[in-house]
């Protein structure tokens, strides 16, 4: 029997995680609502499909980089792709921001499927490196943080949706 790495990681355990998770849970749902509102809606629905997508999507990108990034900071072998994701967050929502109308359809569908694969990517590889690598001092100071800035549903520490984290990761990095 396969027995799925997080539980042999233990990242599914770790709070700061399970929040992280489930602000990435909240803003599925929300690339579900903007593509749904790109193939059946107008072009108000689809602006604010995407207004609804941003407002999580900015929240939890500061979040990542203010909290679990910082940590990540000192590591050498992590600093590369913490770069790129850093990146990734600046050109994702220059792009939502350039895209929001929906003029472009094609493109705001293609830019949904790469904010889904960015948190995909998080979740199975750098959450679990995090949790083999960072001391339980950074833990401490992540679970402050997440606990003490607003959630995505407004809501102070909270996981927007508890129990969907992915059951898999690759512990990989
Ligand atoms: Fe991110
Ligand atoms: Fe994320």
């Given at each position: 029997m396969e027995v799925p790495v997080c539980t042999y990681c233990g990242c599914d355990e770790e709070p700061a995680i399970q929040s992280l998770r489930g602000e990435h849970a909240t803003i599925e749902e929300r690339i579900g609502?903007?593509?749904?509102?790109?193939?059946?809606?107008?072009?108000d629905k689809v602006q604010a499909a995407v207004?609804?997508?941003?407002?999580?999507?900015?929240?939890h990108s500061g979040r990542e980089e203010e909290g679990l990034f910082?940590?990540?900071?000192?590591?050498?072998?992590?600093?590369g792709e913490v770069d790129r994701l850093r990146g990734e967050h600046r050109e994702l929502?220059?792009?939502?921001?350039a895209q929001g109308t929906g003029e472009r359809?094609?493109?705001l569908l293609r830019l949904m499927a790469q904010l889904s694969h960015h948190a995909d990517t998080e979740d199975t590889d750098l959450f679990p490196y995090a949790?083999?690598?960072?001391?339980?001092?950074?833990?401490e100071r992540l679970r402050e943080l997440m606990a003490g800035a607003p959630g995505p549903s407004g809501q102070s520490g909270e996981p927007a949706e508890s129990g969907s984290a992915r059951e898999t990761c690759t512990g990989e990095y």
């Open positions: 609502a903007v593509v749904s509102a790109v193939e059946h809606g107008s072009p207004a609804n997508l941003v407002s999580v999507f900015a929240l910082a940590e990540l900071g000192g590591d050498t072998a992590a600093s929502l220059a792009r939502l921001a359809p094609e493109e949790m083999q690598s960072l001391s339980s001092g950074s833990w």
